[in-house]
């Protein structure tokens, strides 16, 4: 290039925002380390993969891609929402849920709104807010890592455009009490959009688990609540998450702030057969239930400290900078995302894959 790039080309907003700090491909790891990956557990996906129906069903729809894919995604909308008892004009599906996330801060943000948030947070939360000149409050978990209901239900009396933060939280790990939730809900003005992301709902243990959907329905303040198929599911690849709003307005908006045709004709196919196999659901999670349980013990036992966790990863204080622990392990094949946010720079977050690919991470640390 001769010309200088123009400096006043991007918008600041987008040129201050950082890198997505994304997990590592196993084809890319494998050009860059010259190593077989052993073990991935940087991006909490699926070690047991997607339902064999669902693999079927992509094979099958494959023949069909020379047509566009039903924008309204009628059929899987449908599936959704009679799983989750509501009506399909209070569900949307989108291109994984990030592709929602995008669409509602898209829909909803103006220039120095206020999001509130959790700290640590997933990243995702703060991006779109600041790319469109929000501000980002983000409130840190309790020392014992509880819910800081407190300081939410403070930042909440400001009225924020939207509160939005994950429960089981990622990266942290721990899900927010049916109490905790209560209060929070409680709190939130009307004119706040509260987005629940419960990207990793499917994971958690029977006795703490609570209907956050009729809590919010309930309530009466505008809500969505985002799920996903990338994780339980096995379908991070797939690119298929969802969400369900309380007020169908909320979902003609994002349907116009969404990509139209996000959803695949492969993935929406996939997503619809992956909902219907709970035998397969239920391995995966009982899996990522017994093994985070002893893969947390392990770590303690070599004087780890561990977040209490709901999900199918384990967060914990590697002792140093997480990304030199993590650039090591990568050199013996395994993957582990090292956290970049502060103060939790000590932090990584691992995957509970195979007991055989956890053995290898824990051996290799
Ligand atoms: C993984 C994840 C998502 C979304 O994933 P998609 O693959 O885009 O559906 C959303 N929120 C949280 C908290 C996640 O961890």
């Not at 702030?257 to 709970?278: E, I, K, Q, Y």
Request: proline fraction near 6%; charge should be negative; glycine fraction near 8%.
């Amino acid at each position: 290039m001769s010309e200088p790039f123009p400096s006043d080309l991007i918008r600041t907003e987008v040129a201050n925002l950082p890198d997505y700090n994304a997990g590592l491909a196993l084809d890319r790891f494998k050009a860059t380390y010259g190593i077989e990956c052993l073990a991935k557990l940087d991006s909490n996906e699926s070690p047991l993969g997607p339902s064999p129906h669902a693999v079927k069903a992509m094979q099958d729809a494959a023949t069909g891609v020379a047509r566009y894919p039903d924008a309204a995604n009628m059929h899987l909308r449908g599936l959704i929402a009679r799983s989750v008892g509501a009506h399909p004009d209070q569900v949307i599906v989108g291109n994984g849920s990030e592709d929602l996330i995008g669409a509602l801060f898209r829909a909803v943000i103006r220039p120095k709104d206020n999001v509130v948030t959790i700290c640590p947070s997933f990243g995702l939360h703060e991006f779109g807010a600041l790319m469109f000149g929000a501000t980002v409050t983000k409130i840190p978990f309790n020392d014992d890592w509880s819910f800081p209901t407190e300081g939410l239900c403070t930042a909440l009396h400001t009225k924020p455009r939207v509160l939005m933060f994950s429960s089981p939280s990622n990266p942290a790990g721990p899900a927010i009490t049916e109490m905790e939730f209560r209060q929070v809900i409680d709190v939130t003005d009307p004119a706040t959009l509260i987005c629940f992301d419960e990207a990793y709902v499917e994971f958690i243990e029977q006795s703490k688990r609570f209907d956050a959907l009729q809590i919010l329905a309930e309530a009466g303040q505008p809500y969505i609540v985002l799920r996903t198929f990338s994780k339980a599911y096995g379908l991070a690849g797939a690119r298929v998450g969802y969400g369900i709003a309380g007020d169908a307005q909320i979902i003609k908006a994002l349907m116009k702030t969404r990509n139209p045709f996000g959803v695949n004709a492969m993935a929406a196919v996939a997503a619809a057969h992956a909902l219907g196999d709970t035998a397969h659901l239920n391995s995966v999670t009982d899996l990522a239930t017994q093994e985070r349980q002893r893969v947390s013990t392990a770590l303690t036992s070599k004087g780890f400290q561990c977040a209490p966790t709901q999900t199918n990863f384990v967060f914990f204080d590697t002792g140093g900078p997480a990304h030199k622990l993590a650039e090591k392990l990568r050199h013996k094949g395994v993957l582990i995302k090292a956290w970049q946010e502060a103060p939790f720079e000590h932090w990584a977050r691992v995957t509970m894959g195979s007991a055989a690919e956890n053995d290898t991470f824990l051996g290799a640390l």
